[in-house]
C-alpha cells in the first residue's frame, strides 16, 4: 500500500544457497583446475623427494631446492637463449657441429622473458609459472576438445586426470616449452575441428616457433582436406573453406621450414639446424647424415646390438612388428570415437615422429603430442580401470623423473 514501509528482500533459504554452490562445484573449468592443482602437488612432492636425495651434478650441487631441480637439462638451454639469444657461428669439435642453441625454438624463453620482465622474477620461477598456467590451460582446452569431439562429460574428465598424472607430466612444471606447446597444439586441434581455419594461422605460426610441429601439422592438414573434398557430395566444402584449408596447409609447411631457414641464414650453413639435432645422437651412432626413416631402424640396430647383446636385425624384426601393431591399433573403433581429424593428427605426429627422430630416452618426451589418445584409454567406465591406470600412470612417473630427470654421475638418459 502507499506509504506504508518497503518489505527488505527476502534472504535465499538454505537449500538455493546450497544449489548455488553445488552448481558452481561442478562447473567443468573448476573440475578440471581442481585436477590439475590436485596432480601438480603430487609431482611436486615427488620431485621434492628426488631433489633431496641428488647428489652433485652439472646443473646444481647436492640436494637443489625445487627451482634449481625444475631448470636443469634443457632448463638451461632456455635460460641461455633467454639471456643471450643464438650464436652466430656454429660450435664444432674440429669436424663437426656440437650441440648448440639452435635445436631450442624461441617462443617459450621468449614469454619466459616477458613474464621476468613483468614480475621482476628471476627465471627459474619465471620459467616454472609459465609452465604450470600452460600447463592448466591446456587442460583445460583439451577438456573441450574432447566434448566437441562426442566424448561424455565422466570420460573426458577422466582423460585429463590421465593427462595430469601421465608418466611425462612433470613437464608442466619445469623449465621445457612442452607445457606452452601442448596449449598451442590443443588449441590449434580444437579449432580445427571446429574448422574456424582464419584463427589457425597465427596459432601454427606460434606453435612453429615454440616446438617443431609446422611440418607434422601441416600433413594433418592435407589429410583433413582430401577427407572434405572427399566427402563434399554429404559434408559441404564451400570454396572458401577449400581455399583457406589449403592455404592453411601450405602456410603450416613453411612454417616447419621457417626456423631451419632462420639458422641457416643467421649461421651461413643450411644445414645449422639439422646439423645441431644430429649432435645429440652422435653420442649413440657417431655424426650421419638424416636420412628420413632410417633413425629408427639405426635405434634398433643401435639398442640391440650395443645395449642388450644380441644380433641387430632381431631389433629391426620387433621394431616392424611393434609398428604395425600400432598402425592397427589407430584404425580400430575405440581410436575411430576420437574422430577423423584428432586421428589425422595422430597419423601425422606418428609419422614425423618415425621419419626424423632417434629412439632414446628422450622419446618418452616426445610422445606428449600423442595426447588425444587418452580419450581412448579414458572410455572404459570400471572404477577398478581407473584407479587402476592412475596408480599405473603415477608409478610411471615416479620411473620416469628416476630414470630422465634425476642425474646419475654422467648420465646419458636426458628427459
Not at 557430395?233 to 573453406?241: L, N, Q, S, W, Y
Not at 643401435?302 to 620387433?318: C, K, R
Request: hydrophobic share 55%; with cysteine; net charge positive.
Amino acid at each position: 500500500m502507499p506509504g506504508s514501509p518497503a518489505q527488505a528482500p527476502a534472504e535465499p533459504s538454505a537449500a538455493v544457497r546450497s544449489a548455488a554452490a553445488a552448481a558452481w562445484w561442478t562447473r567443468w573449468w573448476v573440475r578440471v583446475l581442481a585436477i590439475f592443482v590436485a596432480s601438480r602437488v603430487v609431482t611436486t612432492v615427488i620431485l621434492l623427494i628426488f631433489a633431496a636425495n641428488q647428489g652433485q651434478n652439472p646443473w646444481t650441487g647436492p640436494k637443489p631446492d625445487y627451482f634449481s631441480f625444475a631448470t636443469i637439462w634443457d632448463g638451461l638451454w632456455y635460460n641461455i637463449i633467454a639471456v643471450s639469444g643464438y650464436p652466430s657461428t656454429l660450435p664444432t669439435d674440429g669436424g663437426h657441429v656440437t650441440e648448440n642453441a639452435w635445436a631450442f625454438m624461441p617462443v617459450y624463453p621468449g614469454v619466459v622473458n616477458a613474464v621476468m620482465f613483468v614480475t621482476r622474477l628471476s627465471w627459474a620461477p619465471a620459467s616454472v609459472l609459465v609452465s604450470v598456467a600452460c600447463g592448466a590451460g591446456a587442460a583445460l582446452v583439451f577438456h573441450r576438445l574432447l566434448r566437441r569431439v562426442g566424448l561424455s562429460e565422466s570420460t573426458a574428465l577422466f582423460a585429463i586426470v590421465l593427462f595430469c598424472v601421465a608418466p611425462v607430466s612433470p613437464l608442466f612444471q619445469v623449465s621445457y616449452a612442452e607445457s606452452l606447446g601442448i596449449l598451442l597444439l590443443a588449441v590449434a586441434l580444437l579449432l580445427l575441428v571446429e574448422r574456424r581455419y582464419g584463427w589457425l594461422f597465427p596459432v601454427t605460426l606460434v606453435m612453429a616457433f615454440t616446438r617443431p610441429s609446422g611440418l607434422a601439422f601441416a600433413l594433418a592438414l592435407g589429410l583433413h582436406v582430401i577427407y572434405r573434398w572427399v566427402r563434399r557430395g554429404t559434408d559441404p566444402f564451400p570454396v572458401r573453406e577449400r581455399v583457406l584449408s589449403v592455404s592453411l596447409t601450405v602456410f603450416s609447411g613453411l612454417a616447419g621450414l621457417a626456423w631451419p631457414a632462420i639458422a641457416g641464414l643467421v649461421t651461413g650453413s643450411w644445414t645449422a639446424y639439422t646439423d645441431t639435432e644430429l649432435a645429440w645422437r652422435a653420442a649413440y651412432i657417431g655424426y650421419v647424415h638424416l636420412v628420413p626413416f632410417a633413425p629408427w631402424f639405426q635405434g634398433a640396430q643401435w639398442w640391440s646390438t650395443v645395449m642388450l647383446g644380441i644380433p641387430g636385425w632381431v631389433g629391426i624384426v620387433a621394431l616392424v612388428v611393434i609398428v604395425a601393431l600400432y598402425a592397427v591399433l589407430l584404425f580400430s573403433p575405440p581410436v575411430r570415437r576420437l574422430g577423423p581429424d584428432l586421428l589425422f593428427w595422430v597419423i601425422a605426429y606418428s609419422v614425423y615422429l618415425f621419419a626424423v627422430f632417434f629412439p632414446q630416452s628422450s622419446t618418452f618426451r616426445l610422445l606428449l603430442p600423442l595426447f588425444p589418445l587418452l580419450g581412448v584409454l579414458a572410455l572404459p567406465r570400471s572404477r577398478v580401470y581407473r584407479v587402476l591406470m592412475v596408480v599405473l600412470f603415477l608409478a610411471m612417473q615416479v620411473g620416469w623423473i628416476a630414470i630422465c630427470w634425476g642425474v646419475a654421475g654422467a648420465d646419458w638418459s636426458p628427459p
